[in-house]
């Protein structure tokens, strides 16, 4: 454990760095862009508009991530450059690819294949988070019956979803559940669980490895445990997150911690403690996120300021692409490519909320229709729902 008068004299070194050597990266760079290339030549055909795909692609890639990543996970026989792509070589990957060079052929098509969707099982959640988007539905009775996420599973599998990230409330509420949808979803598409850290002993992390789990995401507030508890409402908020990812790790799942940047966060200078704490857990991805008013925040001034964004996206540049930072942790911060190419919800990914509404996103409370409705009368087809990000 750390001082709280030393944020930054961190102790748990848990995890060697995963990156493979320079060589290899660079042989996996280039294969998976011939992959990449192959399947632009199947769809497009004319030289000419592979070439326009290829590069589009590319650019998008680059754009998302702020520049040419160099970074890389090897985990489980698998190469990782971001939570949010299907680890390389696999199907689901092959498919992602695939999904991205059929919208470049079809942009205007209503019948694009979503990539991910993030799928809360449960309302139940034994904590009280400052942040919570899922504020309003919390610890009512349960919407969802197992029978429920199991026939959700088949829809948009059939549709080509290729990751699930399941969450709630909190997932491991509902352990016994959670473990059967997992080992049910697996077969076809990537696993994720996103987790405050409640009940997830190594004991459970080896469960859920063994189901099938490819990662998971552990919300991690703070570097400093009272300010995360705090953060949290739970006086065992931080103890229970680290060890979460010390389970993740010794399961041998992808590791990847979130956290929200709140103002206050990035103008009392913890953007970089926190990196350094992220590189100390020996985590593979830190996931960035930007309050917004919606459920505890509902109304509440927490949008950042102009000033905040910049040094969120100083950081994120420099963590990435700098060679002095070339063991720390990918960052993955949603604001920097939304406000360049556009946001990717409600076109690549969708939030099922745990009353069974389906969402853009976790912070565009859109409710296009209502999943469980949906699925108990035995509809095979997903309806029409917006296209990107409404706001």
């Known amino acids: 454990k750390q001082s709280n008068t030393n944020p930054g004299n961190i102790h748990y070194k848990i995890k060697n760095n995963l990156q493979p050597g320079s060589i290899e990266r660079s042989i996996i760079r280039m294969m998976v862009k011939l992959r990449l290339l192959y399947f632009a030549i199947i769809i497009f055909k004319r030289p000419g508009k592979v070439s326009k795909a290829f590069k589009t692609l590319i650019t998008i890639r680059k754009t998302v991530s702020g520049g040419d990543l160099n970074k890389m996970y090897k985990i489980g026989g698998k190469y990782y450059v971001s939570q949010y792509r299907p680890g390389w070589p696999s199907k689901m990957h092959d498919n992602f690819l695939k999904n991205e060079l059929q919208r470049l052929a079809a942009p205007y098509m209503a019948t694009q294949n979503l990539s991910f969707i993030f799928l809360a099982i449960t309302r139940k959640c034994p904590m009280s988070c400052e942040h919570c988007f899922e504020w309003d539905n919390l610890n009512q009775k349960e919407s969802f019956t197992k029978d429920d996420l199991f026939k959700v599973i088949d829809l948009y599998q059939k549709d080509g979803v290729q990751q699930f990230y399941f969450s709630g409330g909190e997932p491991m509420v509902r352990f016994k559940d959670l473990l059967q949808l997992i080992k049910y979803a697996s077969i076809k598409s990537e696993c994720w669980v996103l987790t405050s850290g409640f009940n997830f002993t190594v004991e459970n992390a080896l469960l859920l490895k063994k189901a099938g789990c490819t990662g998971v995401v552990v919300s991690v507030d703070h570097y400093i445990p009272e300010l995360h508890n705090l953060f949290r409402a739970t006086n ?29 966060f990035i103008d009392d200078g913890h953007l970089m403690p926190y990196m350094n704490f992220a590189k100390d857990l020996g985590v593979q991805f830190v996931q960035v996120l930007e309050p917004k008013k919606v459920g505890h925040y509902a109304g509440k001034d927490v949008l950042l300021d102009e000033k905040h964004i910049v040094k969120l996206e100083e950081v994120f540049l420099r963590v ?38 389906v969402n853009a996103c976790p912070f565009c409370h859109t409710k296009s229709y209502n999943i469980i409705q949906l699925v108990r009368s035995n509809e095979n087809k997903l309806p029409f729902t917006e296209k990107k990000c409404p706001l």
Do not use: W
């Open 236 to 264: 065992n908020a931080f103890e229970l997150a680290v060890n979460a990812v010390v389970a993740t790790q010794k399961a041998g799942m992808v590791t990847s911690i979130s956290v929200c940047a709140t103002k206050k």
């Open 320 to 357: 990435n692409h700098d060679a002095e930072y070339k063991n720390y942790p990918i960052i993955f911060y949603h604001g920097y490519y939304q406000r360049r190419i556009g946001c990717l919800s409600g076109s690549r990914s969708l939030y099922i909320d745990s009353a069974g509404d």
